[in-house]
């Protein structure tokens, strides 16, 4: 067993791990945080996606041990109490989503390229970013839509505008 | 229309907890004391098991339990089941295999489930799986339909030595050969339907729960339909009777077809939590589910299409080699049966079809239901055979299809249906226009100035969905009918639990549903819970397939609103001191009519659990109804999918540059959920046509077992929609819904293929079209040009 | 699935030397990548266990080998299989065929195999690779082995 000790979601965890556990393992297993998915094992379909220190990683191919010292956000860690992400919300918006499963990982894929891109993002980019994330579900056109607008709203100044 | 109420936009309210991580899924569920299981699996195709020691593995510590087989018989645990009787030509019945959860002495493909190891981790029970000896003896694989049949091949079950599960027939065969013999043009094709895997992105899990002071079990499982799997658990498999047994079907990541069935997996928990003493959690990993969970399509088709000197469809003939794999799974047999030969005529006004279909069995895994169930293949055979014939006679595919189309309703097919309503010219007009058929020119020429090469096909689908009347189906052998069940609970507050056996695994039901409560009793979809997936909570129900939810599922619910509707103007008329027969229910109230007495329809709830107002002799008090509606009728969406490639010859790669829907659902009750249902089933149609397929070698391995080799659509390998609808309600159901959840994928698939053929200027292409495929596709036509 | 795999070795020591060490279990052992244990059954058979690592799957073989069509000093075929439990299982063979050639000896090789299980299902487009790296390393090993100057292997 090892010691890993990172902070997910904001706060600080320490746990004793068998060295081959998973980074979504932990965060499923141990921390009981079930929003991150599982869906292939080998790192093709992105529903495990969560952030380490700011950047997309997939969490079914990480091993735990490796994020020691690391911030991580999950799905849950995303929205601000009751408030959600502008990503969340434009997902909601423009249906970008069905049974749900793959959601926690394209959402959290989606902010990471705005994060990489910016804040305009056309369609074309978007389909290309999101290869890493397979949806069995929406056909990808409403995702395309969600990203777009949640880009946009992620932009400075842009959550002001639309509270106005 | 309210801003809730049917036709509305509405944003789902499911959504907040899965965009926030709080969606609960099988997966995400403990229980205390839980063990978890790992199934050991056949690496071979077909072999029989010598010897089974598994004395090591349940030595290794952390191991609470190995099971095998012969436990399972010990047990008096019954096999597996199909639900579907199909009788041979010659008046057999099928020849179903037995399909022990365990194997017993044999092993019949691989993935194939040999035995199962429980311990207190996975990781634990994956070693443990390692230390069990198992002697096989391999027997010859078989793999091949066409081979499968043949002289000297292996023989799969005692029970049907020839590996023909059976040999079934529809239509009239004298008509259509008289119908062949007199005609004047002959279209014939050979089509392949490839094997597809159905991949719901949360695979299948169960977790197996015993309660031994109550003697009752629980199973959480990932299922469309939970009281069916009750049900076959408690009267078939034996495992415990259906009041000892619940099963809860929490959030379901996406079905398609594939959660419908009762696996062994399941099974195995269930029985094996009483077994251990402690509860029993399996999780499929994507190869296990890629292995075991039943695959889609696969049939081997010659078609022919027979016209008569004008272009007029005279007759259709059809013989079909359907792959069921190494077990009949739940459903399987109707699938390429009576959900697929009676569609073969599709908007066409065709007066003679006669189509044979051989069931085969091979070792791979089992063939079942998936999005579309038999209708996709349908649509394939005839929107390939009428796009090959009008290319052949030299007319243009559209007025092709426009000549031939049905146009009086009711219209009996020659295959069973009986199509109520449907305006299919109105859905190619809009099609056409939406499209800009009049610019395909102008756009090809375009293309060819690249040296790229463009084309349109077009589909023009039907589908039998809403399944269905329960008579009928039970005439042509299904073991359960197909209604569906709905409870309401007014509650004294006047909020509103619905109680259905729907299943929504995405499709959004608690919408939807709320809407329509919101749109009948006018209280906000706010005050409306939809509750499913729990045996314990729903009586009874029948699940989600087969586009059903709305036509059937809805329907059911629309019947006990209006009992709710009526229990609540007696209240009403006790309440407000009025006669019964005054009292309107309108927007919400309850009123004495010509009077500006009313009551809300929360205040006549209050009134009816208060009962203060009138004596339990005269009324009894509550407020909740429950329905069971049995269809009349199949429904029948329809509608034209037009899809625009551009192929580069250099490359085999295939763009689609554009793509009109344009489906008629009958009523709509959420437009942006029915949307977003033509988009998935698109995406899973262009999957098939383009990047899908399943692939066993000769050994039978399957060598397209993960994402890294079974190539699933990806943003970049689609395009947006252009989504359209017209409208003819639907006649045999209270709401005129006809359903929505499958049309892409029955569309999808010809209307790609007929606009790559049509780039290219030949025939030969098959699914999956991959770039390799039309790369070679693209050389031959080069060819073919070259030698004219 | 099935597996081809053709290929020759130029080994600095004289055929019959090259066909001593073919039969000697302990130099198969040697060079055989992972071989964990090869113990005779009878002069043509083993038992052998082998360590095998085929992409992201790892499995530890337990089977049988036989040494059939026996051509002093000119050649044999090698014929095994092994079940790696939940990994699957391997089978097949190889002729093996020596000529003399000023070098030493040349031996001549032609492979056939079958995988299947996990092995086929996640490893199947590396396996060929894998089975040529393996004959690679085999057949280094077993030049050091033949070599006169490491008559101590």
């Known amino acids: 067993m090892t010691t890993v000790t990172m902070t997910v979601n904001g706060k600080s965890v320490t746990a004793n791990v068998d060295p081959r556990t998973l980074l979504a393992q932990f965060v499923r297993e141990h921390l009981r945080l079930t929003g ?120 400075p100044g842009a959550a002001a505008i639309a509270a106005e | 229309m309210s801003n809730t109420g049917i036709g509305a936009p509405v944003r789902r309210k499911e959504d907040f907890r899965f965009i926030t991580g709080q969606g609960r899924y099988t997966d995400d569920i403990e229980r205390p004391g839980q063990t978890h299981a790992y199934f050991l699996r056949s690496p071979h195709a077909h072999a029989t098991i010598k010897k089974l020691d598994v004395s090591a593995a349940l030595a290794t510590p952390g191991v609470v339990g190995v099971l095998t087989g012969d436990d399972l018989a010990k047990d008096g645990v019954g096999g597996l089941i199909c639900g579907w009787m199909i009788h041979s030509k010659d008046g057999s019945p099928m020849k179903a295999g037995a399909h022990p959860a365990l194997a017993q002495g044999k092993v019949r493909y691989v993935g194939d489930h040999v035995a199962v190891v429980i311990a207190e981790t996975l990781a634990i029970a994956k070693d443990a ?11 010859a694989p078989v793999v091949d339909m066409n081979a499968a049949t043949g002289k000297g091949a292996a023989v799969i079950h005692d029970v049907a030595p020839d590996n023909r599960v059976y040999d079934w027939h529809l239509g009239d065969k004298t008509a259509t050969d008289a119908a062949f013999a007199k005609a004047k043009h002959v279209t014939k094709l050979d089509l392949v339907n490839n094997r597809l895997v159905p991949n719901p992105m949360e695979t299948r899990a169960a977790i197996g ?51 419908i069935f009762i696996y062994a997996e399941e099974t195995v928990c269930v029985w094996a939590a009483k077994k251990v003493g402690r509860p ?135 295959v069973i249906m009986a199509y109520d309503v449907g305006d299919y010219a109105a859905s190619l007009d809009k099609a056409l226009d939406l499209i800009d058929y009049k610019g395909l020119g102008r756009r090809k020429r375009d293309s060819a100035r690249k040296g790229k090469l463009r084309g349109l096909g077009f589909s023009a689908y039907i589908e039998a969905c809403g399944i269905a009347p329960s008579a009928a189906v ?21 909020t509103v639990e619905v109680l259905t056996g729907s299943h929504s695994h995405g499709q959004g039901h608690e919408t939807t549903f709320a809407q329509l409560v919101s749109d009948r009793l006018g209280i906000s979809i706010d005050q409306v819970a939809i509750v499913h997936g729990d045996t314990d909570k729903v009586q009874f129900g029948m699940g989600t397939y087969g586009s059903r939810s709305g036509a059937v599922g809805m329907s059911a619910i629309a019947k006990a609103l209006d009992k709710v509707i009526a229990k609540g103007k007696k209240v009403a008329a006790y309440a407000l001191e009025a006669s019964e027969g005054d009292i309107e229910f309108k927007d919400g109230r309850f009123s004495v009519a010509g009077t500006d007495k009313s009551l809300a329809f929360g205040e006549v709830a209050l009134q009816a659990y208060i009962a203060h107002k009138f004596s339990g002799q005269e009324l009894e008090p509550g407020l909740k109804e429950g329905a069971f509606y049995d269809p009349t009728n199949f429904t029948f969406p329809s509608g034209v999918h037009v899809c625009e490639v551009e192929i580069d010859p250099e490359t085999g790669v295939t763009k689609i540059d554009r793509w009109v829907a344009v489906d008629d659902f009958g009523v709509v009750i959420n437009p942006m959920i029915v949307e977003g249902q033509v988009h998935g089933g698109i995406a899973q149609g262009v999957g098939q046509a383009l990047l899908e397929g399943a692939h066993y070698d000769a050994s039978g391995q399957l060598v397209t077992a993960s994402y890294m080799d079974y190539c699933m659509p990806r943003a970049d390998d689609l395009p947006s929609f252009r989504v359209d609808h017209t409208t003819t309600p639907c006649p045999s159901n209270p709401l005129g819904i006809k359903g929505c959840g499958e049309a892409g994928a029955i569309a999808a698939p010809p209307a790609v293929i007929n606009a790559i053929t049509d780039a290219l200027g030949h025939e030969d292409v098959a699914m999956p079209a991959t770039p390799q495929a039309v790369w070679r596709a693209a050389q031959k036509a080069a060819r073919l040009a070259a030698a004219e | ?42 002069p043509t058979e083993f038992a052998a266990v082998a360590k095998v690592k085929v992409g992201p799957v790892s499995a530890t073989f337990k089977g049988r080998v036989q040494l059939l069509d026996l051509d002093p000093p000119n050649g044999y075929r090698i014929q095994g299989e092994g079940e790696g439990g939940v990994a699957g299982f391997a089978k097949g063979g190889a002729k ?18 079958q995988i299947g299980g996990k092995l086929a299902q996640l490893g199947g487009r590396l396996i060929n690779g894998v089975a040529k790296k393996m004959a690679d390393e085999f057949f280094g090993n077993f030049a050091k082995a033949v070599n006169p100057e490491n008559a101590g292997v």
């Open chain 2, 209 to 259: 729960e015993y309660d031994a002071g109550n003697d009752a079990f629980t199973l959480y499982t990932t299922s469309q339909n939970p009281h069916v799997a009750r049900l076959v658990l408690s009267a078939f498999i034996g495992i415990a009777p259906e009041h000892k047994l619940r099963v809860i079907a929490p959030d379901v990541g996406g079905g398609f077809g594939s959660k």
């Open chain 2, 129 to 139: 799986a390692e230390k069990i000896a198992v002697d096989y003896e391999t027997l």
């Open chain 2, 280 to 414: 029993v959690k399996w999780t499929s990993d994507r190869t296990e589910a890629f292995l075991s969970d039943a695959h889609g399509r696969d049939h081997l088709t010659h078609a022919e299409l027979a016209l008569d000197d004008k272009g007029k469809m005279l007759a259709m003939r059809v013989h079909t080699k359907a792959n069921l794999g190494a077990y009949l799974s739940t459903f399987s047999s109707c699938v390429p049966t009576y959900l697929y030969a009676p569609l073969l005529s599709g908007q066409y006004d065709i007066p003679a079809i006669y189509c044979e279909v051989e069931g085969i069995y091979t070792n791979t895994a089992p063939v079942d239901a998936y999005r579309g169930a038999g209708r996709p293949e349908a649509t394939f055979v005839v929107e390939r055979l009428v796009e090959v014939a009008a290319r052949e006679i030299g007319q243009d595919p559209a007025a092709f299809r426009r000549k031939n189309f049905i146009r009086k309703f009711p219209h009996q097919t020659p």
């Open chain 1, 36 to 155: 991150t998915h599982v869906g292939c094992d080998t790192s093709q379909c992105g529903a495990c996606v969560v952030h380490v220190d700011g950047r997309a990683v997939k969490s079914c191919t990480t091993l735990a041990v490796s994020c020691d010292g690391a911030a991580v956000t999950t799905i849950e860690g995303l929205a601000n109490g009751a408030e959600l992400h502008p990503m969340q919300a434009a997902f909601r918006e423009h249906h970008g989503l069905q049974c749900g499963f793959c959601t926690p990982g394209m959402i959290m894929a989606a902010v990471d390229i705005v994060n990489r891109k910016g804040h305009v993002l056309d369609e074309h980019t978007i389909r290309e970013e999101l290869e890493g994330n397979i949806c069995r579900c929406t056909g990808y056109h409403n995702i395309v839509k969600a990203v777009e607008a949640g880009a946009r709203a992620m932009a």
């Open chain 3, 96 to 113: 093996v065929r020596l000529e003399d050639v000023p070098e030493g000896t040349k031996l001549v090789y032609d492979v056939e195999a």
């Open chain 2, 474 to 494: 039970g005439s042509l052998g299904a073991g359960v009918g197909l209604w569906e069940s709905a409870e309401v609970r007014g509650n004294p507050v006047g």
């Open chain 3, 1 to 42: 699935m099935a597996m081809t795999m053709n290929g020759e070795a130029v080994l600095p020591a004289p055929r019959e030397t090259v066909w001593a060490k073919l039969n000697d279990p302990e130099v198969l052992k040697a060079c055989i990548p992972g071989c964990q244990s090869l113990d005779m059954a009878s």
